[in-house]
Structures are given as C-alpha cells and as structure tokens.
C-alpha cells in the first residue's frame, strides 16, 4: 500500500465494490494493483460480487485481499444486477435500513464511503488518494478513463500503450439523444468503470430496472444520482487505464493483429459486445433508459425518433458494421 500524507482521511471507510464472472487471472491482478493503491491510513473493505463464477476466481483474489465478504449472484446479473445487488448492500449493510440499526449509527464517528470499479482497469499513480481528496457528500466522484493496451493479467503495467481519451456523454432530452462532451460541468452521467461517493446517493438512485441488464445500467444509475442532486466530478489525477481488449474494444488493440484476424472471428467478437445492436437487450435498454427516466417530453416526433434510433438505427449500424469486417 501506498502512504497518504492526508490528515483528512482519518475515520474514513472505503468500501470496494468489485463484481466479477471467470475471469480469475484478470480479477486477481487487479486486486493485487488495486491492494497496492489504496493508502495504507485508509481503512478499507473488498466486497466481491461473484455472479456465477465456475473457476477459481474467489479462491484466487482471498488468497491476495480476503474480501470482506463474498456475495453470491445467479450467474445472470450481470453489471446492471450488481449494481443493484450493490444498492441493497448500501441500504442494508452501510445504511442500516431494515435493522436494528436504522437509522444508521456509524461506528467511531467512521465515514463510510462506496468506490465500486471494473476488474480490468489500472489506476493512475496516487489516482485514489486524489479521488479520495475530493471527495463531497453531493458529489459522485468519477475517474477519467483512457483506452489502454497492457496485460490485464498482471498488476505491473510496465507494457503500457496509451491509445486515445474515452469519450464522456451528456443526455439531451430535448434531442432524445447522447452528446459528447469534454467537460464535467456539461455531464449528467458517466461510466463506472471508477467511482466514488456516498452510500446515500446510491439509496436516492433507486434501482436499476431489469430491462436494463448490462449496457446503460451505469449511465441509468449515474443519471438517476444526478436527478438526485449530485454532481459529477473528475477530479485531476482521479484517472484509471481501461484495457482495450477485455473491455472488447478490439479493433483499437493493435491494427496489425486485428488485420490477421480470421474475418468470421472479428464478426463473432462483434457478436459478442453487449451493445450490439442484434442483442435484444440494446433496443430495450436504450428503449427504458428513454422513455421512462429519459425526461424526454412525448409526442409523436419524439416517439418516431426513439423507436427508429433503437430498431432501425441499429439495424443500419450493425450493416454498417458488418461492412467493416
């Protein structure tokens, strides 16, 4: 672990939330990187979300960072079921609500923040500690995130290749529509792929509908905290390094590998990204997202558009796709 120099941090519990499914060497290094970052003068906790996992993952990641506790999901949660599963913890564990607790009486005076994060990033140097510095009750702390070649199965990242900036988004209602912006003063959601805040913003979120399993449940989530009251922040030095190829960006990996893969292999890959656009959960998620907490004023215009930028929009991008195989 590394030192913090933070007198601030005293009293502060930080409770990691980590879902995770079969992939015990790429969970493993992260726990190890992720053991490394968190300063030593925090207290900490690792809560390991295992939806289904068949290999050794929990055994792996307890043999470097005993978790705190072990949370067994279906195999079928995916992100927006952990999220959620997550919700109930803060609810119950964190905030005391159907115990003998409630309402919550923190021990010691302990501050209890929540920090949940993808098992195939890596953090910037002293990422947390500016994350942590940052920190407010009424704002979401989010890490800047930039696409990355290195090996996620290892915590060093001595074989770093940056490839570009992640976009960052904002919902227009008005427009029915995602925007990139280049600034947090503009964002009213974010990617979880790092982020920090209050157990309470997660209770005033509410839970993520199940129409919603997987792609747009963390931009749901954020966007339901933003409605909440709560600013998203991206503090300097708060930066993370997501993998491109298990984050499966892999066409931006190595263009010369990608060009040596079989063609049928890249359209099975493409298959395979939850956001595809043959996926059923893509339409209906973009579908639930939209009409019922996308704040966008009904009419008939607005409906026509929704209904052709989640089905026939899709289909000419998956066209569009295919066509770059």
Known sequence: ??????????????????????????TTAFVSHLLAMVPKDVVSRLWLLDDGCTDNTVVSVS?????????R???????GGALNCIRRLVKRELLGYGTMNYPSKEDSGTRELVMVCNDDIRFCSDAIIAGLSSYHPQHIIVAAHKLAQFNPKTASIAD???????????WDPSAATLAR????????????????????????????PFTIPHYL???WLTYQMHKAGY???????????????????TSNINPTAYERTPRFQRLLNH??????????????????????????????ATIIHVFFDCFLGSIIRFIKHISSF
């Not at 502060?12 to 060497?25: A, T």
């Not at 998203?232 to 390094?241: D, I, Q, T, V």
């Open 160 to 170: 770093l290749t940056i490839i570009s900036d992640m976009p960052r988004y904002r």
């Open 181 to 208: 912006v280049d600034s947090d003063r503009h964002e009213n959601l974010a990617s979880t792929y790092a982020l920090i805040s209050s157990p309470q913003s997660w209770l005033d979120a509410g839970p993520i």
């Open 231 to 249: 600013s998203l922040l991206y503090p300097p030095g708060f930066e993370c390094l997501v993998n491109a190829k298990s984050t499966n960006n």
């Open 217 to 219: 449940s963390d931009f």
């Open 271 to 300: 298959y395979s990204m939850q956001a595809n656009p043959l996926n059923p959960g893509y339409p209906l998620a973009w579908l639930t997202f939209k009409f019922f907490h996308g704040d966008i004023k009904p009419s008939l």
């Open 73 to 79: 999901l279906g195999g079928n949660a995916y992100w």
């Open 63 to 71: 043999s470097v960072w005993a978790p705190h506790r072990v949370i």
């Open 1 to 26: 672990m590394i030192t913090s120099s933070r007198s601030s941090f005293s009293g502060l519990r930080l409770n990691i939330f980590l879902p995770v499914h079969n992939r015990s060497q790429i």
